[in-house]
């Protein structure tokens, strides 16, 4: 906490103490942070908090387990004080050494990140980082539900679809202090990165999420039907081969219609959306 607080003398540093055990809270309150309590266990219920407490302008928010470098912050605020983005991420994947960040993790994360730019059509390099700045109109627009370690995914893709500009800067990583112990399973919060990302696609671009099962469908489709016709099926039970091609195709044209319906919904909403902007 230290070095942030030489990094930026003027600003207030406010801890939420997520029922730590470390005395880590009481360390934060007698060095003069401001201790907030959450008692909800989980990284998304302290990123809800953090916007939900913070009445401030710009936001800087960063993990607590000093593998941030304090001095990086100035790169990372520039833009947001130039009101250039509403959102600048710290991308660690270019500069974290093997020890920093292990194999399994950087697989995770590039993995991750492919999934999310493709099915967004985005070019992010580092969504899972826990080093940001946010202005206060991100803070006040974006919303989060999510509780545990997929709120950074939550985050930057409830903020594309709000229409806030994000950027990313590159800083650097460095590993845990000796005794520290990361929170996170690669597997168990990496499946739910994924639903939360098909969740988030299912809301805001439920054409492109239905059509996506649609084509795949179709494609099954195809497969059986060729198999069909080549007679690597039996011909026997033609009935019951009709009925699954024609149950493919009709269920596939009711996805499509389901993601036409939602996006005429979902772009009504992004109408209101726009103009509750222009009021304010």
Do not use: W
Not at 27 to 32: F, L, N, P, T, V
Not at 46 to 57: N, R
């Amino acid at each position: 906490m230290s070095d942030f607080r030489t990094e930026l003398p003027e600003a207030e540093i406010v801890v939420i103490d997520n029922s730590s055990s470390d005395e880590s809270a009481a360390r934060a309150a007698g060095a003069g942070a401001r201790v907030v309590r959450e008692k909800r266990r989980g990284k998304g219920y302290v990123m809800q908090t953090i916007l939900e407490t913070v009445d401030a302008d710009v936001c800087v928010v960063v993990d607590g387990d000093d593998t941030y470098f304090a001095e990086d912050v100035h790169g990372l605020l520039r833009p947001v004080l130039a009101d250039e983005a509403d959102m600048v991420v710290g991308d660690r994947l270019k500069e974290a050494s093997s020890v920093a960040l292990n194999d399994l993790h950087r697989f995770g994360n590039r993995a991750i990140l492919a999934i999310i730019n493709l099915a967004f059509r985005t070019g992010f390099q580092d969504v899972l980082s826990g080093y940001r700045v946010m202005n206060r109109n991100f803070m006040l627009t974006v919303p989060l539900i999510t509780g545990g370690f997929e709120t950074e995914t939550e985050l930057t893709l409830q903020g594309l679809e709000k229409g806030m500009v994000i950027r990313e800067m590159p800083i650097r990583y460095r590993a845990r202090p000796a005794g520290s112990l990361s929170k996170l399973s690669p597997f168990a919060d990496g499946y739910r990165i994924l639903i939360t990302m098909a969740v988030l696609l299912r809301n805001h671009r439920p054409l492109y999420f239905f059509s996506s099962i649609a084509v795949g469908l179709l494609a099954a489709d195809a497969v059986y039907a060729a198999a069909l016709i080549a007679h690597r099926l039996p011909p026997q039970g033609s009935l019951v081969h009709a009925a699954v091609l024609s149950g493919l195709a009709l269920l596939a044209a009711s996805l499509v219609l389901v993601g036409v319906l939602l996006n005429a919904v979902s772009a009504g909403f992004r109408e209101l959306t726009a103009l509750q902007r222009r009021l304010r």
